[in-house]
């Protein structure tokens, strides 16, 4: 069975902390994803990795960055929590390939408070 | 730019009767269409996908779409809801050209009644 792991389920920071939400696939996949699913929004992506160090930006990536040292591992990095960053964040994961039908695998989600 | 919208934020059904979630995109391209699932405090789940094949998907849990080009719309219905179908839905675009990103829908929370 496909499992996508985040390491928090509720998250409490902060403004100006740093936060690192992290993120664990055990399905050998090249892909990895985070979003941000905020109420009527849907999800937006952040920052993706198509190989370990490697990362390309999402549609919304001002304020975060990402860590990919080993395959299984992809990390969210917060610089300097903002109020604004307040949100539900989703790990998501997928092998590799050039097809548009290749299936996204999502982690639980971690909800994050900057208060 | 590749968008997706639900057009319906809530439904509410009573148990036993119809569902339908509405979707709609805009493309140039062949766009590859998914449905999400997401129960409370659980991940995504797969429902279903378009994949250029069918133009009907069967989908788990008695969930089908219809895609229609002509209307560009990927509506998701089911004839008999379940309490266990209280979720929120989303439908995804997704396109080659784009390089494979996913873009969602705003999402449906649908509410079933006993």
């Known amino acids: 069975d496909v499992k996508v792991t985040q390491s928090s389920r509720y998250l409490v920071k902060r403004t100006g902390e740093k936060v690192f939400l992290e993120c664990v696939q055990d399905m050998d996949h090249e892909n990895m994803f985070w979003y941000r699913q905020d109420p009527g929004l849907g999800l937006r992506l952040i920052y993706f990795s198509y190989d370990v160090k490697m990362k390309e930006k999402g549609d919304i990536p001002e304020g975060y960055s990402v860590s990919r040292e080993k395959k299984e591992r992809f990390s969210l990095i917060l610089e300097s929590a903002s109020t604004n960053q307040t949100s539900m964040y989703l790990c998501?994961?997928?092998?590799?390939?050039?097809?548009?039908?290749?299936?996204?695998?999502f982690g639980p989600g971690t909800r994050l408070t900057v208060l | 730019a590749q968008s997706v919208t639900q057009l319906d934020s809530h439904v509410s059904v009573s148990e036993g009767t119809p569902v339908l979630l509405r979707c709609n995109y805009s493309?140039?391209?062949?766009?590859?269409l998914f449905w999400y699932v997401q129960h409370p405090n659980k991940g995504l789940q797969l429902l279903l996908k378009?994949?250029?094949?069918?133009?009907l998907v069967k989908g788990i849990n008695g969930f089908e779409a219809e895609f229609k080009k002509s209307e560009t719309s990927f509506h998701l219905t089911k004839p008999s809801a379940h309490m266990s179908d209280a979720a929120e839905y989303f439908c995804v675009v997704s396109f080659k050209a784009a390089g494979n990103k996913l873009t969602f829908g705003g999402g449906t929370r649908v509410l079933v009644k006993p």
């Open positions: 493309s140039s391209y062949s766009p590859s």
């Open positions: 378009y994949t250029s094949a069918a133009t």
């Open positions: 998501a994961s997928s092998r590799a390939g050039t097809s548009s039908t290749d299936t996204q695998y």
